[in-house]
T-cell receptor, first 114, second 111 residues
Framework: GAGVSQSPSNKVTEKGKDVELRCDPI?????LYWYRQSLGQGLEFLIY????????KSGLPSDRFSAERTGGSVSTLTIQRTQQEDSAVYLC????????????FGPGTRLTVL | GIQVEQSPPDLILQEGANSTLRCNFS?????LQWFHQNPWGQLINLFY???GTKQNGRLSATTVATERYSLLYISSSQTTDSGVYFC?????????????FGKGTHLIIQP
């Protein structure tokens, strides 16, 4: 079946603009995760959804970052007033029900902030 | 939070060689996965292995949870095995907090 999909695959934006990144999890997966990968920080966890709720948002780097999930499926990660340090690859993963299950990753969105 | 250390950081081998990659973690886990990140950046699942031993073709993995380490074995390496191998864990402290990744082992297989 289809894997995790993300859009856009690449996004170039100017400093100060808002961006929205989208993730479509594997059908039937109730858990959804956002990560980012940058040269300086490696792979870091941002936020987790079980269904539509995110019990812990403390992994988000700043209050410019927000995420939502509707209908237990698609999720969007929004970055407001982008800064150059936000440049990274943003990865989405899903799993069938959270802990004790494999996470499957999408291809990522490469964000470049000029 | 939980710490994950991978070794070696870099490994260069000739095609056909065998290799062992190690992952040490600092606390008990309820998820441990090995990934291969290909040159296009895609993270490919290799193993979900919080404990025990698994094999898939030329790859196998062993996790000794009580001693807090995992090993990934690659036998008869091929050039397509090149890339970065990541170990990632989720600690068992409650809730699903996402995976903590090691810094990876960068493997280069030369023809």
């Amino acid at each position: 079946g289809a894997g995790v999909s993300q859009s856009p695959s690449n996004k170039v934006t100017e400093k100060g603009k808002d961006v929205e990144l989208r993730c479509d999890p594997i059908s039937g997966h109730t858990a959804l995760y956002w990560y980012r990968q940058s040269l300086g920080q490696g792979l870091e966890f941002l936020i987790y959804f079980q269904g539509n709720s995110a019990p812990d948002k403390s992994g988000l780097p700043s209050d410019r970052f927000s995420a939502e999930r509707t209908g237990g499926s698609v999720s969007t990660l929004t970055i407001q007033r982008t800064q150059q340090e936000d440049s990274a690859v943003y990865l989405c993963a899903s799993s069938s029900s959270g802990s004790w299950n494999s996470q499957y990753f999408g291809p990522g969105t490469r964000l470049t902030v000029l | 939070g939980i710490q994950v250390e991978q070794s070696p950081p870099d490994l260069i081998l000739q095609e056909g060689a065998n290799s062992t990659l190690r992952c040490n973690f600092s606390d008990s886990v309820n998820n441990l996965q090995w990934f291969h990140q290909n040159p296009w950046g895609q993270l490919i699942n290799l193993f979900y292995i919080p404990s025990g031993t698994k094999q898939n073709g030329r790859l196998s993995a062993t996790t000794v949870a009580t001693e807090r380490y995992s090993l990934l074995y690659i036998s008869s390496s091929q050039t397509t095995d090149s890339g970065v191998y990541f170990c990632a864990v989720e600690d068992s402290g409650g809730g699903a907090d996402g995976l903590t990744f090691g810094k990876g082992t960068h493997l280069i297989i030369q023809p």
